[in-house]
């Protein structure tokens, strides 16, 4: 059915011709479609890519951590959960969390002390996670041990201390004999480090100027891709001293862990998560890299925007003749403006669609270039890239809408 308009005889065409006149002209003119709808799908498919990529990377992060048997996350004030490492709480921190009472009642099971430090395994660098041998269960929890064991070195290392260190908390390091120290320079590594490297049980790989031993291989998805005892890493980095770097806590009961979060975190004078809220402090930590990724989407999208509106206004300038002579058949401003706008919401979609596209195509790359990062693709970004590539295409075509519309047909006409 015929559309009409008050400013005059009804259009020429209907709906159907609405889109196929732009439809003809894109084909007319293949190339510049092609590098128009090119444009806007690297636009596109960098911002889908780089929100994948930086969600999905923290998001695997925190859920690793949040697969824990554990309740609550005690971490230094005012720490970046990222570059946080070294020895930060003392010892006696240990017995602060578990002397912690709710209505007179102990509330704490038991505080899982972490000592993190950073190393490069599998070509990258990598967090590692020193922890007591008796506490891996809680680490592991579910998860596999695909190959080896867990530690049988370091419980002998840890039993060796407990000897020397008799009543007291310290021990003197130069007691410990090459062989004690050796039996206890164990990892434990996950499944994708494990590939990534080529890495299997018995491999060994230099760690702080020690030969360490890789002794178990666990399923992907524990808290770290590299685990040692903690025995081991505080002897070699901290001279025995039993100080820690952060603590993983288990409640007697899980449901008082607001109650306890709140009572940590006055007696501690520390910060004291929820373990569920670990992925909120990621993404406070990467505040400036959210930023920095917005910023440079937006201003690539915005390129290629003024592209599309460049080209839109270079087709109505030579197209001024034609216009001149569908206003003449007595096409509306409406109409013609109409028209504009479905020429380039076709680019646009046509760009979105390859943006899309060459997002997973990316994704595919990455997993076999980088296996340890992850390209997670959700349907929000897909469809903020839908949004973003329409809306777009409209708004760069409405001043080259606006001036077609307004071209008077006898000048139009004459337009050589």
């Not at 293949?30 to 994948?52: D, F, P």
């Not at 001149?324 to 409406?334: D, F, K, N, Y």
């Not at 997670?376 to 001036?403: E, M, N, T």
């Amino acid at each position: 059915m015929a559309c009409t308009d008050p400013e005059g005889p009804p259009e020429p065409a209907g709906e159907r011709e609405t889109v196929l006149l732009p439809l003809a002209n894109l084909m007319h003119h293949k190339l510049r479609t092609v590098l128009c709808a090119a444009a806007v799908g690297i636009g596109v498919g960098m911002m889908v890519v780089q929100l994948s990529l930086s969600h999905g990377t923290l998001n695997e992060v925190a859920g690793r951590m949040e697969s824990v048997d554990a309740e609550l996350i005690v971490l230094p004030r005012h720490a970046n959960v990222i570059f946080q490492g070294g020895a930060i709480f003392p010892d006696t921190y240990v017995h602060l969390i578990q002397s912690a009472e709710l209505d007179g009642r102990p509330v704490v099971d038991r505080a899982v002390p972490v000592f993190l430090d950073t190393i490069r395994l599998g070509g990258q660098q990598q967090r590692l996670f020193g922890i007591d041998p008796d506490d891996m269960p809680g680490f592991l929890g579910s998860r596999r041990l695909e190959a080896g064991e867990v530690f049988p070195g370091g419980r002998a290392f840890k039993d060796r201390l407990e000897t020397l260190r008799g009543d007291q908390r310290r021990y003197d390091p130069e007691l410990v004999r090459p062989e004690d120290l050796h039996a206890g320079c164990e990892l434990l590594i996950d499944t994708r480090l494990a590939r990534v490297g080529g890495y299997k049980v018995g491999d060994e790989t230099d760690v702080f100027g020690h030969r360490f031993r890789i002794v178990g291989i666990v399923e992907a998805g524990v808290a770290g891709r590299v685990f040692a005892p903690i025995q081991t890493i505080r002897h070699i980095l901290n001279g025995g001293v039993p100080w820690s770097s952060m603590f993983f806590v288990k409640l007697r009961d899980p449901e008082q862990a607001e109650a306890a979060a709140d009572l940590l975190s006055g007696k501690l004078n520390a910060t004291v998560e929820l373990k569920t809220q670990y992925g909120s402090l990621l993404r406070d930590s990467f505040a400036q890299m959210y930023t920095y990724i917005n910023l440079a989407s937006g201003v690539a999208l915005a390129v290629c925007f003024l592209f599309i509106m460049l080209t839109m206004y270079t087709l109505i300038l030579e197209r001024t003749r034609e216009i001149g002579v569908l206003r003449s058949l007595g096409a509306t401003r409406r109409y013609v403006l109409r028209t504009v706008l479905c020429e380039s919401m076709l680019i646009c979609a046509l760009g979105t669609a390859f943006g899309i596209a060459l997002a997973y195509g990316v994704r595919a790359v990455v997993t076999v270039a980088m296996p340890l990062s992850t390209v997670d693709i959700q349907a929000r970004f897909l469809l903020l890239a839908v949004g973003v590539g329409l809306v777009g295409g409209a708004v760069s075509a409405l001043y080259p809408g606006y001036r077609a519309a307004r071209l008077d047909p006898a000048t139009a006409l004459s337009y050589e």
